[in-house]
């Protein structure tokens, strides 16, 4: 079974969402459009939606992450879902032996309705899905090295929101792309939204070898990959990632690819930058430009929640608007 | 006062539930017959009941376990219940010195509902019972090696939907007797549901001196003990719980009595088999057997959530159907 | 901008609740009056308020305390708010170096509405109440030494429900001066009243030197101070934070400083007792006073619930009985 197969259900519609690679520009395109009825519920007086009133929402998180474990818990709240975490390195599978499996198909005998994964090993939230009961969705919350891809689209959204046509635009994606999930999502998101050019912006030793074969063209000086571009895609030094000494030191990394006011001054005017958070301040960005005009960092948090409220309804097939939910 | 007044109120109806002894053959049935309507809750489309709307539930853990807190955790919210965890181990008893009891009564005076207690000393539950104030419930989740009545009742629940008849049936508890709360509570609720003819089967250093007092047929040969029954319940090797060498290895155990396909054909061609989890593979049970077609292992957990929503509703008053709470 | 401004909102009403220095004695019944109506809703069948449905609120904890996160969470729940719970210790603050700033900014963007905050270090809540934007409410849940004003105020409640006019009382605050937040908060929130007389007893050793420009009388003999009050507040003694030997030993301090039915009969026949818990028997307080008829301990920590439920809807604008919140 293809990733796109095991993604979608028998009608094309969106079941899992592990990975970008496998969706047409049509159903990133229904994300984004779905987002937008989301993107408005935030910032009104009432924040609550009953589309997933009486469905249970699991957080698997093998891996600690707060912002990334908030963000989907308050977007299921706010969809009025029941939502349990459940921090795997305190569970039973630590404890007391229990597989993985074994552990999966007790929640699935709960009847939950949606896993949220979160994991250290690239491909875990994939093995979840192939291995769950038909009616659970999984929604991948960042796995290894691999993908990240709620984080992408929110990213895709935020892109839309400022500069409308994909086709039209010079996208940056700068920094460690070498152990980023977040950039090979966005590089396969961005290709298939039909992006106009896609450059990847890092030190020999931060690019990996495939990166040549998705399309996108490699710049190893940052002023001369940022000329021209409209959006700059900055990415965290993923220092607690890093075995051994692929950067000479933080400060010769800042000097190089660091993005200050006097390098983004070779991207076009109106070019926005963003960044995944959290910000080393210092280190990849300087602070005068991720609290600059030219910055949408926050705005991409807040987007965020209006991507994952709309993943996570079309995933349990409801969308905004439909609400044909039974009432309590 | 004795256990049995302790848990029913002055009209004879389920208080707190710490354990099975002292309950008779009307009240098991009655929790039987409620969780029967909140059965089909988990498979509906929407799975919430506004019953426990407005009550307060508090889990109180002072032994980690995911699995169970998860089980009541979802059970209380499709109830509709509010809950709060407290793990103790991270809270003020230990960090300030403060004593159970003032804790117990500073949770009392913040108008919570019901303790879900989990504690790895036998007693602790009828402890707590017996200190709250009158309008407070106390469920036993697992205390010690004493009880844990809510695992047995589901289990009862399991074997009535598939074998109606207890007084026709034939029952082998198979394990580790001596560490398991899980058996004490079986062997009680077998009894007094009246089954036909209860057996016990564990070698000799995991059967606790009293059993025998209890009704039971003792066995120390699996395929011997194994032969004609209707119903096998599998015990958890409590490796955790064991001091000292009482089984030799856990190759030696699995030998003699961990539960294969050979030795299942012993049991009636229609028998269950069932395990309260987590499955220790290949130390109690064979694989071939825990995901096999007699195996109702995750049948049990689905039907936990109903059990444990019929106890919480009667325990604080309502049944379903009755539905008699206020609208906020 | 002084504290005042900063805790009210251009129309005069409460925005953030740090301290109750700034604030006059009008806005602090009207807390206390709030409070009232909160008070019954406990003891109703029902518990729930929609006043806040819709709404998110953060405990940010940044110092673990089991109990005033759970009276908060509780407080949140019965008013219908989503609640999301942050430890800092396991967040990315500590694990990826995340700057606090960034990390409020971050939970900004996630359209949340209030922060309940507790941190070990005084000063802390006013930090973050200072750089949050307009639209959040800061909550102080503890901060230091320095204030714990939900607290002081459960307190001015317990009192004004067992005593009415604050100007005929003379209220005795014993026991560690140097280390209470709390005290600080409580003298503020007397002195504002109205209060005939407020007293501190403790060693000089745990008497601030600025606590005389309070308006308090100090004194250092402990049936002296009790001498005719009609309340008694203990203070918990700190023992966690207190650096070197500022008392002899916890026997001495009780001989001297503990309240025993003895000393008691030097205040008021009908003088209330109070503490903040969690109590130190014998330490501070002989568990026949704590328990006793004068003892309204317990009754501080239902008031809390109310009083802290009357707090969160009055910065988040809804009064009970407004009700003006849409329906989802």
Known sequence: ???????????????HFLTIEGFNRRIL??????????ATVGSKQMKKAPLLRGKTIVNLFFETSTRTRTTFELAAKRLSADVVTINIAQSAVANKGESLLDMLHNLEAMHCDMFVVRHGESGAAHFIARHVAPHISVINAGDGRHAHPTQAMLDMFTI????????DLKVAIVGDLMHSRVARSEIHALTTLGTGEVRVIAPKTLVPPAVSTLGVHVFHD???GLRDVDVVIM????????EGALIPSEQEYYHLYGL?????????PDAIVMHPGPINRGV????????????????QVSNGIAVRMAVMAMALGRQPGTEREAQA
């Open 222 to 224: 940052l002023r001369e």
């Open 160 to 167: 839309r929101r400022h500069k409308q046509n994909f086709a």
């Open 260 to 268: 200050t006011e006097e390098k983004l001054a070779y991207a076009k």
């Open 235 to 242: 990415l965290r030094l993923q220092r607690e990632r890093m």
């Open 29 to 38: 395109t229904e994300i984004l459009d779905n987002a937008e009825g989301f």
């Open 1 to 15: 079974m293809t990733a796109s197969n095991l993604q979608l259900d028998e009608q094309g519609r969106l079941h």
């Open 284 to 299: 990849e960005i300087e602070s005068a430009v991720a609290d600059g005009p030219q910055s949408v960092i926050l705005e």
